[in-house]
């Protein structure tokens, strides 16, 4: 997975509570889909389909633009 180096975590965490809601992983620089919270880590899924990843829930918002 790709990272972005440099980065901080966005102000403003979004915390996504639809399964399949379009939320963008500020530390992969990648948009996903949601589809769950475990243990306080957000599991994420390609736009396209794919294997799922976790994050922090504090590198999650709903805009590229922080």
């Given at each position: 997975m790709p990272r972005v180096w440099g980065v901080a975590p966005p102000s403003r965490p979004y915390r996504p509570s639809t399964v399949g809601e379009r939320v963008f992983d500020v530390r992969s620089g990648r948009w996903a889909a949601?589809?769950?919270?475990?243990?306080?880590?957000?599991?994420?899924?390609?736009?396209g389909g794919g294997i799922e990843w976790d994050a922090e829930?504090?590198?999650?918002?709903n805009t590229e633009h922080l």
């Open positions: 949601f589809m769950g919270w475990q243990h306080g880590r957000v599991f994420l899924r390609s736009l829930a504090r590198w999650i918002t």
